[in-house]
Every structure is written in structure tokens, then in C-alpha cells.
């Protein structure tokens, strides 16, 4: 089984023989640290069902997604007065991404 490293080190090592035989090198480079942050749950389950996860697992997904939301509060303090000053969002629904 090959590690991360090892892939790497082959990766920089055929970059370092190409430009010793000075050709031409073109990288492409994806980002997707945030994929599962824009994911449509409709379609993502929809890709499940296609792969063959149906029925109750299926449905497991669903309830995991669906009907989900977030709130923010945040309580400082003031030490000296020993008042709280509140703020809060509130509760949003979760429509894309893993909650």
C-alpha cells in the first residue's frame, strides 16, 4: 500500500526528470477541502439510489440530511459590570452540505 508521501515523491520526482529533459509542464491543482460544502442533498441521494444504497439505508441518509438547522449564540461577558451581552442568529435550515 503506498502512502501520501510516496506519492508525492513520485510526483515531484517525474516534475524534476521532465524539466531536466526540458519539456514542457502543466499542473492542474483542485481544492476540495469544501466539496461537501455546496453538495445538493437531493442529488446526493439521488447518486446513492443509482449506486444501488436503497430502502431503509437510503432513508437513513435522508433523515440525516433533511430537516437539519443551525443557531449561533454568543454570550460575552463584561467582568467589570458583570453584564451579558447576547447575540444570536436564528435557526437556519441546512439546505446544502453535511450537517
Known sequence: MKSTDTANQTFIAGIQKDMELLLHIVGIF????????????????DKLNTYGITGNTNLWFRSYLFNRSYFFKITPMEHRHFTQNRYTIPHRKIVHGEP
Open 30 to 45: 483542485i481544492d476540495l477541502s469544501n466539496a461537501y460544502d455546496v453538495l445538493n442533498h437531493n442529488t446526493m441521494l
